[in-house]
């Protein structure tokens, strides 16, 4: 316990208290925008923090590491867009919230659930590292890929009512995530023989397409509804009101935790599975389970405990065994290797346990920050809702471009988020959320490589099936797969059983959008004949290769040829049985704006490559606050259009340029 | 509608810009005239912020500044294991001001092995290497059966098929070694092959895989928990006295990764050599060697000349091993 004294005083020390700090806020900003995240911020700072003592160093790396899991809840709940994987989950709920004017109370309640969640989850490191190292040790291949099962299971209960769009979306993501490299065989596959695909569909650029440009093109539908609607309206008391009726669903707090500390353990997994997990346990413990999706605050707190408990948990194997927990640990252990520190049995003992518990000490520190800073900033971020859609709307869309762009350097993420993103856009319009379709691409690399490597084990322990169905931790997967799918009958089963009335069906809500009527024909022929399209092409790319390259592409595209054949048969049936539904154009005022801000996007990222980012940026932002302001005022915000997009491309150039060195995608002029 | 206007002026003379600048990269003045580096130096990592290679760029980052007088600007473009990025150093300006972080095998198995890759080996131009990754054989420490390679090689040739050994990768360096030692013992051992080192290391510590194929810098940390068997370099390593080399049991396998630096072909020669002195002075600072041991790499010193040497004779050797695996005709 010799470490005991000098470790507290370096968490303490002034430089390194300032240290912390800045890194915890940087952290949150970081993981705030769309595009940059945790992963991202760790390694840029690794140069950085090279000259400084290994405490310093790690203890700036360690509230970025916290800071941007809790951030990624910000962006999440104001704009529906997870600022960064993890906080998937988070839209489900938080982003409802904020719709219903209670924006406010979904920041304190992802804040409090951080902090919760990266208190206990330091607490496990501290005290129980070494005996949890084991659990980790655990996961062969047929466990990855019952993990990646169980957590597509999701899919079912996000998309209750509509299983089989959910089902569809679900398989296109695991597609999109197959394109490029196979991880196990390293043979190219859906690539169109391009070496950009060759690179696959990075998880952030499907992201921000998935989320944020839907989002923004329906600010633009919605841009003329709610001119001077004001969503956010300040109400004194209520953070500590919310603190306190966060505190209250301690159960949720303390299982979200858990599962957070577990799923981080295990290599590979991270944050992003732990919220999905957790958030799943969440509404299945629930009663009211209706609630979920339409701004439970229960759903919030779920998912940002989980994914800040998952910080510390994969912070076990890395510091015990050498073996990083999620990809930011991963970026933490060439850090610890530069400063010459190896985990294992030497970081616990003599002057590298100083080093270890100062670092787990500066732990519950950052995360009391996180929390302070979350809380008090929660009515700030609000207000951002209570900007004007003209003003806010192409910042978002900027925002977007330099998040897809600053991943890889590459303009062709660029174009391949505006893709994605009308696809999902498109997708919404025909009821297909893009939860399903994010899923999929995180879950889809899990489940492939766990199967493709049990195929090439199961050569030598004899057996595919022997191996995925006989190993203890598998069974325990499958079940828990199993109840998730088939919980909602048994629940069915038991209130028949007992004689209590079956809850009515509830009415389909907004995003499920035409599940009736004259629509539905269209919507279905939509889901039905793309997704026909779509297998024929995977199939025809798949000839050829190996076996094992092919198997999870190839077994998606089948099962998405099924799920398109049932809505083209339906389709059929119900336009063979009721009056000709052909679809109906969506009225003038439903679709607002929306397609002269499309036109605006994509001309916009066609441009970069000529212009360069700032200067297309500002036009941009010119022609949609323009076109986006209500015609009887365009003349006098004119002023006030053409000083916010000089205004916002300045804090672009500052605060990426210069604060985190992130480069912008230039052009042939500028 | 003043902005419109505005905006379709704005096109207009971007067009015309565009056609000055079109033209002005059309005609090139004579390369090599003016002087070297004028801008600052491009360093391609084709791989993602955080790894290997990238750390050997932030530790020759400040040698190379000095030497050379102008910023090294660090450019990530990671992507199909690499091929992303060195495909758009292939297509980059031979002027010596892009740079890119270079590894063997995968320079020369990509164009051969991978639909979709547009580079050749031959686009890209050696200019200095400074490590080796060499690989060995690794089993669990309490694993009683495996005391030596020739266990090993015996469990093998009895229980054919029934040896499970982990890799990372197909036809990358791991893999090759593999398929070097399987054809030389004779024996047929079950490939495996995980998704980077990290999960290559927690299959062999979680018993799922019987004994891994890997680099030497992760031995290094898991002296307590491995047994190292054999080590494919030409002498002992010092990190490891008791490990035998592949060469002492028996079997010509010497190879790993090979690192350096590569930039376009048709670079002009003394600008080649101007970076190859400049990284020689860089690889030579204190802090470059410190922080490279510390991660395991085994450093080298080989200039231009040496470097293709070194490429086109495991070329060769590769060639010879795809071909008696039956991968290549």
């Known amino acids: ?670 | 509608m003043k902005t419109l206007n505005l905006h379709n002026v704005g096109i207009r003379s971007l067009v015309a810009a565009t056609a000055i600048v079109a033209i002005s990269v059309a005609v090139p003045p004579a390369i090599g005239a003016e002087k070297f580096p004028e801008k600052p130096i491009q360093f391609l990592i084709p791989f993602d912020p955080g790894g290997q290679s990238d750390t050997a760029v932030i530790l020759l980052r400040p040698g190379l500044k000095e030497k050379l007088g102008v910023d090294i600007v660090a450019q990530h473009r990671p992507g199909g294991g690499g091929a992303v990025g060195w495909t758009m150093l292939a297509q980059e300006k031979p002027d010596g001001h892009m740079m890119a972080v270079t590894n063997l095998p995968h320079v020369v198995i990509q164009p051969l092995m991978t639909k979709g890759v547009k580079y050749k080996t031959e686009d890209l131009a050696p200019v200095y290497m400074y490590a080796e990754s060499p690989g060995g054989i690794a089993v669990r420490k309490d694993d009683d059966r495996f005391k030596t390679l020739q266990d090993l090689i015996d469990f093998a040739k009895a229980n054919p098929a029934k040896l499970s050994m982990g890799g990372v990768g197909k036809f990358t360096g791991n893999h090759l070694g593999f398929l070097q030692f399987v054809q030389m013992a004779g024996v047929d051992v079950s490939y495996v092959s995980f998704n980077g080192a990290a999960p290559q290391t927690a299959a062999l510590l979680g018993s799922h895989v019987m004994a891994i194929y890997g680099g030497t810098f992760i031995f290094a940390d898991k002296r307590d928990e491995f047994r190292v068997l054999a080590i494919a370099t030409d002498e002992r390593l010092p990190d490891f006295p008791d490990a035998p080399t592949f060469k002492e049991l028996g079997f010509d396998l010497v190879g790993g990764i090979d690192r350096g630096v590569t930039v376009p072909a048709g670079t002009p020669k003394e600008r080649i050599d101007m970076l190859a002195d400049a990284i020689r002075y860089a690889a030579g600072k204190k802090e470059f060697i410190d922080g490279m041991e510390k991660l395991g790499f085994h450093l080298v010193n080989h200039g231009p000349e040496e470097y293709a040497k070194i490429i086109q004779a495991r070329k060769l050797q590769y060639l010879k091993v795809l071909k008696d695996g039956g991968f290549l005709n």
């Open chain 1, 1 to 670: 316990m010799e470490w005991l004294g000098p470790a507290v005083a370096n968490v303490f020390a002034l430089g390194n208290l300032l240290g912390l700090t800045a890194a915890v806020a940087g952290g949150i900003l970081v993981g705030a925008l769309p595009g940059l995240t945790g992963t991202m911020a760790i390694a840029l700072m690794v140069p950085f923090t090279y000259p400084l003592s290994p405490e310093a160093a790690l203890i700036i790396l360690g509230g970025i590491y916290v800071g941007a899991m809790y951030g990624g809840s910000i962006s999440a709940i104001l704009i529906n867009t997870p600022g960064a994987p993890a906080a998937i989950a988070t839209t489900f709920d938080g982003y409802p919230m904020a719709t219903q004017g209670r924006a406010e109370e979904a920041l304190c309640a992802a804040a409090t659930g951080s902090g919760v969640g990266g208190l206990l989850g330091t607490v496990v490191l501290l005290f129980f590292a070494p005996a949890l190292a084991v659990v980790s040790l655990k996961f062969g291949p047929p466990e990855y890929f019952w993990l990646g099962v169980l957590g597509l299971t999701i899919i079912a209960s996000l998309s209750a009512r509509n299983i089989y769009k959910g089902l569809l979306g679900g398989l296109f993501g695991v597609l999109l995530s197959t394109v490029g490299l196979s991880p196990s065989t390293g043979e190219a596959r859906l690539t169109f023989d391009t070496t950009n695909l060759l690179g696959g569909v990075e998880v952030i650029v499907a992201l921000i397409g998935l989320f944020c440009v839907p989002q923004v093109l329906i600010m633009a539908e919605e841009a003329r509804r709610q001119e001077g609607l004001l969503l956010f309206k300040p109400e004194r008391g209520r953070t500590l009101r919310t603190f306190f009726v966060v505190l209250r669903c301690w159960g949720n707090l303390i299982r979200s935790s858990v599962i957070g500390v577990v799923v981080g353990i295990i290599p590979g997994a991270g944050g992003n599975v732990a919220g999905l997990l957790s958030y799943q346990e969440t509404v299945r413990a629930a009663r009211d389970k209706d609630s979920f999706g339409k701004g439970n605050i229960e759903g919030v707190i779920a998912s940002e405990t989980a994914n800040n408990a998952a910080v510390e948990g994969s912070l076990v194997p890395l510091l015990t065994l050498g073996i990083p927990g999620a990809p930011q640990a991963a970026v933490l252990y060439g850090a610890l290797l530069l400063h010459g520190l190896r985990p294992g049995a030497e970081l616990f003992t003599g002057q590298g346990a100083v080093v270890t518990y100062t670092f787990i000490f500066s732990l519950f520190l950052a995360n009391l920050i996180m929390f302070a800073i979350g809380i008090s900033a929660s009515r700030v971020y609000a207000r951002l809702l209570n900007l004007p859609t003209n003003l806010l709307m192409p910042v978002i869309l900027a925002l977007s471009v330099v998040g897809a762009f600053a991943g890889r350097n590459s303009s062709f993420d660029v174009g391949m988020m505006m893709t994605l993103g009308l696809v999902a856009y498109g997708g919404l319009k025909v009821g297909l959320a893009a939860a399903p379709i994010a899923l999929g691409v995180i879950l889809g690399p899990i489940m492939e490589r766990g199967l493709v490597e049990s195929m090439m084990l199961s050569r030598a322990t004899g057996g595919l099936l022997d191996l995925l169905f006989t190993r203890p931790l598998s069974l325990v997967l499958i079940a828990m797969t199993a109840i998730s799918l088939g919980w909602p009958l048994i629940v069915k089963g038991w209130n028949r059983w007992r004689g209590r009335d079956v809850a009515p069906p509830a009415k389909p809500t907004a995003e499920t959008a035409p599940s009736d009527g004259p629509g539905r024909v269209a919507a279905d022929v939509w889901l039905g004949v793309p997704g026909l399209v779509i297998a024929v092409v995977v199939w025809h790319q798949l000839a050829d290769i190996e076996l094992q390259t092919a198997v999870v592409p190839g077994v998606s595209a089948a099962l998405i040829s099924i799920v398109s054949l049932g809505f083209l048969v339906r389709a059929a049936r119900n336009r063979l049985r009721g009056p000709a539904a052909i679809a109906r154009p969506a009225a003038e005022s439903e679709r607002g704006h929306a397609p002269a801000a499309m036109i605006v996007a994509v001309a916009y990222v066609l441009l970069i490559p000529l212009a360069g980012f700032f200067v297309t940026t500002f036009g941009a932002m010119l022609t949609l606050g323009w076109v986006l302001a209500a015609p009887d005022k365009r003349r006098r915000q004119l002023s006030r259009i053409v000083l916010t997009a000089a205004l916002v491309c300045a804090a672009f150039y500052l605060i990426f340029g210069t604060i985190f060195n992130v480069p912008f995608p230039k052009g042939l002029l500028f």
